[in-house]
């Protein structure tokens, strides 16, 4: 006998169980996770920061309507998710352009002279010709927000199925039937949050692609700079994002802000690629990278124009997308899944509705 539902959801990540959170108990819910737990993929290998300037005006809008939650008020849990930590934009001549269109239009972001950037982050080099500071920048707690998400989601009456593969997918009548894990599932919705899988399971469904394509992040945790207490530092990032580093439980963060494009599957970081990226944060700063505590390296997946997308298929009745975060899916995880929740339950969305266009899937053009 199939396991029926109102809406079953593929991934178990930020997008999938922040959605089931969402959708609170007016929809029974399934959440289908292929590891054997949740956030194995791109949401346990985050940076794990809040950018408010970060990305394109539809992802700034994302952001800015994701502060209330991260911030504690969506009632998810007694405190926010986020702490004080600012970020810092550095840079030298040769960056100047790239600098001066991240402060377009940028909210909180405060040009400051180099020298006070370098007395916020002692270790900068002296070619820096140019700085800004955003002083909302935060911390996510993301395992938190994950596990307040998941709580909320059970509380709601939303199950958890990992070790639960989706391979295969049809529509039948009103309903789509999915096999996962050995079991049938029914549900007239069905949502696609399979982060670097999710034009993998739109093929399954019989739906096209929407080139929905992972690229690989690495980072490296390095010990603190000798004699450094680098607990208070900001988040830092080159304007041409060669590199970015943040503090870490007393270390440092540093990725080499990779972007090379694989196919889906388990990432892991290219010596090579690490290597170079750490080279740049060298040449940045007055440290000697002299060993690398350990690291990793996960999928930031993209839409062709790098804005998420969510919204229902305009070929597939009950089909909806929730994929294509890129680097911005924890913070905008409250905003996407509220919009994706909204959707669901047929209310009129809390977004603006020039935001809810752009993030419909329907804009690209060989989707029709
Ligand atoms: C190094 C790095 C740094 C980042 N830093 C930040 C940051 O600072 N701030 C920020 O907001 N974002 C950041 N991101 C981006 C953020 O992590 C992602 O946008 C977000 O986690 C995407 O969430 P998701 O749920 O869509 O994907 P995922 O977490 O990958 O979840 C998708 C899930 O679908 C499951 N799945 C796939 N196919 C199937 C199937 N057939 N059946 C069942 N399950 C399936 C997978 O196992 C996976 O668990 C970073 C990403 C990386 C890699």
């Given at each position: 006998?199939?396991?029926?539902?109102?809406?079953?959801?593929?991934?178990?990540?930020?997008?999938?169980?922040?959605?089931?959170?969402?959708?609170?108990?007016?929809?029974?819910?399934?959440?289908?996770?292929?590891?054997?737990?949740?956030?194995?993929?791109?949401?346990?290998?985050?940076?794990?920061?809040?950018?408010?300037?970060?990305g394109n005006a539809t992802l700034r809008a994302l952001n800015g309507a994701s502060v209330e939650v991260l911030s504690g008020g969506g009632g998810f849990a007694e405190t926010g998710f986020l702490s004080p930590r600012g970020e810092l934009v550095v840079a030298k001549a040769d960056e100047m352009e790239r600098f001066s269109a991240y402060l377009q239009g940028a909210d909180g972001l405060e040009e400051i002279p180099v020298a006070e950037a370098r007395r916020l982050f002692p270790i900068l080099s002296d070619d820096h010709v140019a700085a800004a500071h955003?002083?909302?920048?935060?911390?996510?707690?993301?395992?938190?927000?994950?596990?307040?998400?998941?709580?909320?989601?059970?509380?709601?009456?939303?199950?958890?199925?990992?070790?639960?593969?989706?391979?295969?997918?049809?529509?039948?009548?009103?309903?789509?039937?999915?096999?996962?894990?050995?079991?049938?599932?029914?549900?007239?919705?069905?949502?696609?949050?399979?982060?670097?899988?999710?034009?993998?399971?739109?093929?399954?469904?019989?739906?096209?692609?929407?080139?929905?394509?992972?690229?690989?992040?690495?980072?490296?945790?390095?010990?603190?700079?000798?004699?450094?207490?680098?607990?208070?530092?900001?988040?830092?990032?080159?304007?041409?994002?060669?590199?970015?580093?943040?503090?870490?439980?007393g270390k440092l963060l540093v990725s080499p802000a990779d972007e090379d494009p694989l196919e889906p599957q388990d990432a892991w970081p290219d010596d090579m690629v690490l290597a170079e990226g750490l080279d740049r944060f060298e040449k940045a700063t007055t440290v000697s990278v002299t060993r690398v505590e350990r690291s990793w390296a996960g999928l930031r997946s993209f839409a062709p124009d790098r804005t998420p997308v969510a919204g229902f298929s305009d070929r597939a009745d009950g089909f909806l997308w929730l994929a294509g975060q890129g680097g911005y899916g924890i913070q905008t995880s409250p905003a996407l899944s509220r919009l994706a929740a909204d959707l669901i339950l047929g209310r009129t969305p809390a977004l603006a509705p020039a935001v809810v266009a752009a993030l419909d899937p329907g804009r690209f053009n060989s989707y029709g």
């Open positions: 006998m199939p396991i029926t539902c109102d809406c079953l959801i593929i991934g178990g990540g930020i997008a999938g169980i922040g959605l089931a959170a969402h959708l609170g108990a007016e929809r029974s819910t399934v959440i289908l996770e292929m590891e054997d737990a949740p956030g194995r993929h791109a949401t346990g290998r985050s940076a794990a920061i809040f950018i408010r300037n970060y955003e002083a909302g920048a935060a911390d996510i707690d993301v395992d938190r927000l994950l596990q307040a998400y998941l709580r909320a989601a059970r509380h709601a009456g939303s199950r958890l199925v990992t070790s639960a593969r989706v391979s295969a997918i049809s529509r039948k009548g009103d309903v789509w039937r999915v096999e996962a894990g050995g079991e049938t599932y029914e549900a007239p919705v069905l949502v696609n949050a399979a982060g670097a899988w999710a034009d993998t399971v739109a093929g399954l469904a019989g739906l096209p692609p929407l080139g929905i394509q992972p690229y690989r992040r690495s980072a490296a945790i390095l010990p603190a700079p000798e004699g450094m207490d680098v607990s208070s530092w900001p988040a830092v990032v080159s304007a041409s994002e060669a590199w970015y580093a943040k503090p870490e439980a």
